[in-house]
């Protein structure tokens, strides 16, 4: 909900927060929380196409950004490297920052901590492209970051599994 509420406003100051609060993944989010808190269930026949429209959006975001790789030069790699390795190192951080503050329980750090190492989101990308916000650049650092995750989140989980389990 941050991500299309704040961030929304964060790359279009003159966006209305009507536009943010109509957005389908504000809709849904809102949605199946009260569906939620109600424990109200929802019917196989919803349910399905639901789930594969959600399958395929992952692969649609990663065709977009592949075609801007595909046109992109490679002049902001350093970019994308530097921020590809702050991006995990100030996750980790905050995250182990945050679980000394926080009543949680092992599990519950653990996996704040994870979540913490992972790369930068695709959906950065294609608000970056959405909102003219230097796509060139997101990108870059989306994919650097993607590629050094698969360094990055060994080394979390090596340093998870000892001290959360």
């Given at each position: 909900?941050?991500h299309f509420?704040?961030?929304?406003?964060?790359l279009d100051?003159?966006?209305?927060?009507?536009?943010?609060?109509s957005?389908?993944?504000?809709?849904?989010?809102?949605?199946?929380?009260s569906?939620?808190?109600?424990a109200?269930?929802?019917?196989?026949f919803?349910?399905?196409?639901?789930?594969?429209?959600?399958?395929?959006?992952?692969?649609?975001?990663?065709?977009?950004?592949?075609i801007?790789?595909?046109?992109?030069?490679?002049?902001f790699?350093?970019l994308?490297?530097?921020?590809?390795?702050?991006?995990?190192?100030?996750?980790?951080?905050?995250?182990?920052?945050?679980?000394?503050?926080?009543?949680?329980?092992?599990?519950?750090?653990?996996?704040?901590?994870?979540?913490?190492?992972?790369?930068?989101?695709?959906?950065?990308?294609?608000?970056?492209?959405?909102?003219?916000?230097?796509?060139?650049?997101?990108?870059?650092?989306?994919?650097?970051?993607?590629?050094?995750?698969l360094?990055?989140?060994?080394?979390?989980?090596?340093?998870?599994?000892?001290n959360?389990?």
């Amino acid at each position: 909900m941050l991500h299309f509420g704040l961030g929304t406003y964060m790359l279009d100051h003159k966006a209305r927060w009507t536009r943010s609060l109509s957005s389908p993944a504000i809709i849904a989010a809102l949605l199946a929380l009260s569906l939620q808190s109600q424990a109200i269930g929802v019917a196989d026949f919803v349910l399905l196409p639901v789930q594969m429209l959600g399958n395929i959006a992952v692969p649609l975001m990663l065709f977009a950004l592949g075609i801007q790789l595909a046109k992109a030069n490679f002049d902001f790699w350093q970019l994308g490297l530097s921020i590809g390795l702050m991006s995990p190192i100030i996750g980790v951080s905050l995250s182990v920052l945050l679980a000394l503050i926080l009543p949680l329980d092992n599990i519950q750090t653990a996996a704040l901590v994870l979540f913490g190492a992972l790369p930068p989101a695709v959906m950065n990308f294609l608000f970056a492209q959405r909102y003219c916000q230097e796509p060139s650049k997101v990108s870059a650092i989306v994919m650097l970051g993607n590629i050094l995750a698969l360094f990055t989140l060994p080394l979390a989980l090596l340093y998870v599994l000892p001290n959360y389990t």
